[in-house]
């Protein structure tokens, strides 16, 4: 176990707060990465005393290999439009930095008013591309992790613990 449910509860409830407030009163867009986001979506959002909506965005990612392949893809698109609105990237985990540069890049293009992200978990020392993080749970080493969303093959993502996966040197 790396990170307990406990300590993992505290520090989104304290996230929420932040964002409550940085943010006026006023319509907030929480978009989630699919599908490991999800779990860190639901939470951050009660997190958050101001006029929250939710969209999702489903962008390729590693299958069932631990390392990036570098190559990103849009799988699902956004439901609605986000011009003009306080746009907050919901993700799981950065490692390479490669989704979100991406993804960061194709919402600007759609020009809404401001657009930060935050991040559950970042490992710094994998960047291949700069990312700036408004929002960090915790900073972890480079290990692959699963739970509380994040999978390997589809699995753990139910583990109420982020942990490292097993079987790694
Ligand atoms: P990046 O593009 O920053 O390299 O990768 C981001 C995506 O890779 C995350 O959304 C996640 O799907 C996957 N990823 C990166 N590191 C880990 C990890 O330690 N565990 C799991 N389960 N997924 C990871």
């Known amino acids: 176990m790396l990170i307990g449910a406990g300590e993992i509860r505290a520090r989104v409830a304290e996230m929420g707060r932040q964002i409550t407030a940085d943010y ?34 489903g962008i390729s990612s590693y299958g069932r290999d631990t390392s990036s392949s570098g190559e990103v893809r849009v799988t699902k698109d956004l439901d609605h439009e986000i011009a003009g609105l306080d746009v ?5 985990i950065v490692d ?3 989704t979100l540069d991406y ?4 919402l600007e293009q759609r ?5 930060r992200i935050a991040a559950l978990l970042d490992k710094p020392s994998r960047r291949r591309k700069p990312v700036r993080l408004a929002y960090t749970g915790f ?11 994040l999978d390997y093959g589809e699995r753990y993502r139910n583990l109420a613990d982020i942990c490292v996966l097993g079987g790694q040197p």
């Not at 319509?27 to 986001?37: C, Q, T």
């Not at 907050?88 to 799981?92: A, G, S, T």
């Not at 993804?103 to 194709?106: A, K, N, T, Y």
């Not at 900073?139 to 969303?149: A, K, R, S």
């Open 111 to 115: 020009g809404p008013r401001s657009l």
């Open 24 to 57: 006026a009163e006023g319509p907030l867009r929480l978009i989630a990465i699919l599908k490991g986001a999800c779990f860190f979506l639901c939470d951050l959002a009660r997190a958050i005393d101001r006029d929250v909506s939710i969209d999702f965005m």
């Open 88 to 92: 907050l990237i919901v993700e799981d």
């Open 139 to 149: 900073q972890i080493p480079d290990q692959f992790v699963v739970g509380y969303g």
């Open 96 to 98: 390479t930095g490669i």
């Open 103 to 106: 993804l960061h890049r194709i």
